[in-house]
């Protein structure tokens, strides 16, 4: 026997936030996807200087959210099956797939707020000892005087603050723009390039995952309320 009045009106609302919930995993899908091919990010972070390889720290979140996205839609999708079907089982089974992925995108939160400066920390030390390293004309000059263009082609900065970021192309026009009177007044430094470039990302990414927390808890509240009419009217 199918549910009536009210309990009827909630699973079509239920079906609506499922379509919306698998339409968020699709979009966060997306953006993450970008996010692992952005070419700023990659052109930095695949960067090696000698052995040491550019810290990575920033893709772990990004698979992160890569797998929270699939199971999103897989999520998503259960949930709609579920809430057309009345299925007490399905709707108990996307129940739960709600308790674990939200537990988990709360467990996630937690990483990137502790790692927020420390994936952009990571970074600026990556490159200050490339910097140095380019400077001093160490034995690995090439390799890193190498890793430097490519942060000051990416990122369209040099030095790593503003007295390094002022003289370093009056210096070392190898490292920096040709144009050394336009470079005196314009650079902007490379720590601030960095911080910029990952707190976009880390803010959007922060963003979505409010956004899905909230039509989480919504969508169980009224898979739970769905589950009880249906055992109600089975009952009658």
């Known amino acids: 026997m199918g549910v009536e009045g009210c309990t009827k009106c909630i699973k079509y609302l239920l079906f ?20 692992r091919h952005d070419s700023q990010t990659t052109n930095i972070l695949y960067l090696q200087l000698g052995d040491k390889q550019a810290p990575n720290t920033f893709y772990v979140g990004i698979y992160i959210l890569i797998a929270v996205g699939a199971v999103m839609m897989f999520v998503g999708f259960l949930g709609c099956y579920g809430a057309i079907q009345e299925s007490q089982c ?30 952009a ?15 001093m004309g160490d034995a690995d000059a ?30 070392r026009d190898d490292l920096c723009r040709k144009d050394s009177v336009k470079s005196f007044f314009e650079n902007t430094n490379c720590h ?9 990302k880390l803010y959007l990414i922060g963003i979505a995952a409010v956004v899905v927390a909230v039509i ?10 769905l589950c009880c009419g249906i055992r109600n009217s089975s009952v009658y």
């Open 192 to 200: 601030k390039k960095i911080d910029e470039l990952f707190s976009g």
């Open 216 to 225: 989480m808890i919504f969508e169980m509240i009224l898979s739970m309320v």
């Open 121 to 135: 920390k990571d970074v600026k030390q990556f490159y200050d000892q490339a910097l140095q390293q380019a400077l």
């Open 90 to 119: 399905l709707l108990g089974t996307f129940f739960t797939c709600l308790v674990i992925l939200f537990a988990c995108e709360v467990a996630a939160g937690i990483w990137g707020f502790v790692n927020k400066d420390q994936i």
């Open 16 to 35: 609506v936030f499922n379509f919306i919930f698998w339409l968020a995993g699709g979009i966060i899908l997306g953006v993450a996807l970008w996010l």
């Open 142 to 171: 090439s390799n890193a005087k190498a890793v430097v263009k490519t942060f000051h082609e990416t990122l369209d900065c040099c030095g790593s603050d503003i007295m390094t970021s002022t003289f370093t192309p009056l210096w």
